[in-house]
């Protein structure tokens, strides 16, 4: 299971951590990934890290701005989220994939797992 926490509503220009905690013992086996999804939009990537936290990839839209990290002592995973802008409204969701592919990680068909997902909202 996974849940998803942090959302909110931020000016653009500000700073948002999001959490995904997941349940389980094999946490730490799993690559993680966050997608976000836009009001009659596609679901689409933002990125992912793999189990042992060597291997990270980014969507081009938010290179620079987010970071994705995890602790597998604490079975979680973060998206840390500066300069927010309005076109980063969504919810995000989390999701668990058991094998890490830099070329494919952006696909949602790679995920077994999914959060129910967390609101950002960022305002003008």
């Known amino acids: 299971q996974l849940v998803e926490s942090g959302g909110g509503l931020v000016q653009a220009g500000g700073s948002l951590r999001l959490s995904c905690a997941a349940s389980?013992?094999?946490?730490?086996?799993?690559?993680m990934g966050w997608f976000r999804q836009a009001p009659g939009r596609e679901r689409e990537f933002v990125a992912a890290?793999?189990?042992?936290?060597?291997?990270?990839t980014y969507a081009d839209s938010v290179k620079g701005r987010f970071t994705i990290f995890r602790d597998n002592a604490k079975n979680t995973v973060y998206l840390q989220m500066n300069t927010l802008k309005t076109e980063d409204t969504a919810v995000y969701y989390c999701?668990?994939?058991?094998?890490?592919?830099?070329?494919?990680?952006?696909?949602?068909?790679?995920?077994?797992?999914w959060g129910q997902g967390t609101q950002v909202t960022v305002s003008s």
């Open positions: 389980g013992r094999t946490f730490s086996s799993y690559a």
């Open positions: 999701a668990a994939s058991r094998e890490f592919t830099l070329a494919t990680m952006g696909l949602t068909t790679k995920y077994d797992n």
């Open positions: 890290i793999s189990w042992s936290r060597s291997y990270t």
